[in-house]
């Protein structure tokens, strides 16, 4: 007759089931859990309390719809159809590198420089601890000078180094009445540093090809400061990254510009100067437009003048040689249309040329353009045809008037249009404005979010832990459900729960069993759950052993740690109390530790017994406190256990114990670790595997099962030992608390 345990089956689907052991793990581990989180939480706190503080700086610009109307350029934009500028085109321009560039420059951020503070706290304390007067530094605490502790400043207006030194960051230490050394690091530990020049405040210092010059200086003596000169382009690339531009509504023309920075200031003075660079590259560009058209009107004026002064000669030629000849009102009507169309074609002409230098015939500008000249070229062609209606007289009188109007019209046009271009490019102004300049709120620092890094750092400590227990679950699926014991053929016989009183007093004392004194669980704690279920092993075996070949009961494990050392010396106990005689023998005669929790020493046991140096009275010792029970040490170590344990001796040692005894427990050693336990095995009637809950694996005890097969031994059954009361899988230890209570 077997004891099995087993869950009593709930109908329930798999999602059911999976999202139950979720949970159930989670419970399981909430301690671990707990604690993981916990740091993660300190370390957020910490982080969000402790770290600087980044502002940002918000500007605002304006790009216009059109260009402004410059004089003399109005006509030529209505005619070329200007468009407004895309915001996104705009955004590029502002964060251009050559903006960018000069921004910087001007704000001197191609010099970093981070003084040296004390890990961790250093950077809170120096913001916290503010000199006492203006102009001087934090003494150094705790004689640490080479830290800042608040008010240190170093102001570098020059820094050249050469091309090897870029990117490399530089080590400047202050010395007394403002003098200091720069120095490059060594990499390599051990290595002495290299000096690099030796200066004082307010002189240009030159050395090892970096030339260097120190504005101002505020730090202790000793105080150490990291100087870095990055490369243009990489702090231009890295500045483009950081600096943020977006219009505030579709087609609005308005960009809101943004940039974070440590130093609110600077973040001030970097905007405020990318926006005034940005509305100068904007105004020298409307600018320079209007001098190139001011060029090409300049280069005009001499053919029109010479057109003007051929025509008026032309015309007084023909009325010198024709006598005076008046002009009829047909003719006249005729002759101011067409000087109208003559002098808008020119007009047209004239933006073609320009138009020609700036984009391509297939622009739809410039096909606008042609289009417009192809249509008041139609009209005049019209006017010719009514023209040569007229007589010979008129037609040629017509023809030299209009000449004559035509290029005088002209001429004053371009004369009037040289002076507004030369106007218009002194005084030119952009299609941008600065609508807010930078202003940054030194109340709300956009960077640590508190809130949200204590939030983000517990949740993320908490995915973590949980992750961890998952895997670990995963990468060593210890059984924790007898069935999966069964699965493989064993049947439990029962199920020990983990004893408090066990694990308390182990916990801590890694030496706690070796004082020679009894730690039976059975003695110490007889109500304890674990006695219990021991009591419910013992009834099991009584009934399990009626058809064994002998009274020799055989315990072993898988692998090392199973407990089967804590079985066998608590259920001889049990089975002890029980009325019955029972010897113990500790047969793991490699690294056997039953005498640590009987009590006494190891020494005249089991190997000198079976090697004739003790006889049978001498190895037997009488057990304190247990009247029935008696217990046999390993014994000194022997080179060769197992041929030992293989020799005649032994076989007759417990032919001559049987009839001595109600019944006979052998502690083995692991049987995947040594073949001692099958050679036991064979001489054992009855034989059981003690499996650990959560730390043996399936595969372990399968394999375990056929190495006794393999040897000729049958398991009887499985006894799951420690287990651990679970919210997933199985929960059950199927015994309850029942105890004796005091009477109130």
């Keep these: 007759m077997t004891s099995t345990t087993s869950a009593v089956p709930v109908p329930s689907t798999d999602e059911e089931i999976d999202l139950a052991n979720f949970v159930g793990t989670v419970i399981d581990h909430k301690w671990l859990i707990g604690i993981i989180s916990g740091i993660f939480l300190l370390v957020s706190v910490g982080y969000a309390f402790l770290a600087q503080p980044v502002y940002e700086a918000d500007s605002m610009v304006q790009v216009e719809q059109s260009v402004p109307d410059m004089p003399g350029l109005s006509d030529m934009t209505e005619t070329l159809g200007a468009s407004s500028a895309e915001a996104t085109t705009e955004i590029s321009i502002i964060t251009s590198r050559t903006i960018i560039g000069g921004a910087a420059a001007y704000c001197n951020m191609f010099i970093q420089v981070t003084p040296h503070q004390f890990p961790l706290f250093g950077n809170f304390i120096s913001r916290h601890n503010a000199p006492d007067k203006p102009g001087t530094v934090s003494p150094a605490w705790l004689g640490i000078d080479r830290d800042g502790w608040g008010g240190e400043k170093l102001d570098i207006e020059a820094l050249s180094v050469p091309d090897g030194l870029l990117n490399t960051y530089l080590m400047l ?16 530990p051990f290595v002495p540093w290299t000096m690099l020049l030796h200066g004082k405040v307010g002189e240009v210092d030159t050395g090892n090809g970096v030339t260097m010059k120190v504005r101002k200086m505020l730090a202790n003596p000793g105080m150490r400061f990291d100087v870095l000169r990055p490369s243009d382009l990489e702090e231009i690339n890295a500045l483009q990254l ?56 300049k280069q005009q004026l001499p053919e029109v003048r010479q057109a003007l002064d051929k025509a008026t000669a032309a015309l007084n030629s023909y009325q010198n040689g024709a006598g005076s000849v008046d002009i009829t009102m047909q003719t006249k009507n005729l002759l101011d249309q067409e000087v109208a169309i003559e002098t808008s074609i020119e007009q047209l002409r004239e933006q073609q040329a320009d138009t020609e230098r700036r984009f391509t015939p297939d622009h739809p500008a410039y096909k606008s353009l042609m289009q417009q000249i192809g249509l008041l070229q139609a009209q005049k062609n019209q006017i010719d045809k009514q023209v040569g209606t007229l007589p010979d007289t008129q037609q040629e009188l017509l023809k030299l008037s209009r000449d004559v109007t035509v290029s005088d019209t002209t001429y004053t046009s371009l004369l009037a249009q040289a002076q507004q271009l030369d106007i218009a490019r002194a005084g030119t102004v952009g299609n941008v404005r600065v609508v807010d300049t930078a202003t ?84 110490s704690a007889p109500d304890d759950k674990a006695t219990e279920a021991l009591r419910s092993l013992r009834t099991s075996l009584h009934f399990a052993r009626m058809e064994a070949k002998n009274n020799i009961l055989m315990i072993s494990g898988p692998s090392p740690n199973a407990g089967k050392t804590f079985i066998s010396a608590n259920l001889a106990a049990a089975v002890a109390q029980g009325g019955q005689r029972v010897l113990v023998l500790d047969g793991d005669l490699r690294l056997g530790s039953l005498h ?3 009590g006494g020493k190891p020494e005249g046991g089991l190997s000198d017994l079976i090697s004739g140096q003790i006889d049978l009275a001498q190895a037997t010792r009488a057990v304190a406190n247990m009247e029935n029970l008696h217990f046999i040490a390993r014994g000194k170590a022997p080179p060769n256990p197992s041929e030992l344990l293989m020799t005649a001796r032994f076989t007759a040692l417990l032919e001559r114990l049987q009839p001595l005894y109600d019944l006979i427990i052998i502690d083995t050693p692991p049987i995947l670790a040594v073949t001692d336990a099958a050679v036991i095995g064979n001489h054992a009637g009855t034989n059981l595997l003690v499996v650990r809950f959560g730390f043996n694996q399936l595969r ?43 009477a109130t």
Excluded: C
Excluded at 260 to 269: E, H, K
Excluded at 710 to 738: L, P, T, W
């Design 440 to 523: 940054v709120d030194i109340t709300s620092p956009v960077k640590p979010k508190k809130p949200l890094v204590i939030i983000g750092g517990t949740f993320l400590g908490v995915f973590l832990a949980v992750s961890f227990v998952f895997v670990r679950k995963t990468l060593r699926p210890g059984i924790e459900d007898p069935a999966d014991i069964e699965s493989v053929g064993i049947p439990v016989y029962a199920s020990i729960p983990v004893s408090a009183v066990e694990t308390s007093m182990l916990r801590g004392k890694k030496h706690a069993r070796e004082d020679g004194q009894q730690h039976l669980l059975m003695v």
């Design 173 to 188: 230490i202050a010395e007394d009445d403002g003098k200091y050394t720069l120095w490059e690091p060594s990499i390599i």
């Design 242 to 297: 950081i600096i943020v531009g977006d219009e505030t509504g579709k087609d609005s023309g308005v960009i809101a510009m943004t940039y974070d920075d440590p130093d609110p200031q600077l973040a001030i003075d970097f905007l405020n100067k990318l926006d005034d660079l940005y509305v100068k590259q904007n105004v020298d560009m409307n600018s320079e437009q209007a001098a190139q058209s001011l060029i090409f009107v």
């Design 596 to 598: 640590k929790i009987i």
């Design 700 to 742: 372990e005890v399968a394999l375990a099962k056929q190495r006794f097969e393999q040897n000729g031994v049958e398991i009887k059954g499985a006894i799951f030992n420690a287990v651990e009361h679970r919210h997933s899988g199985y929960s059950s230890y199927g015994y309850y608390d029942y105890r004796a209570t005091k």
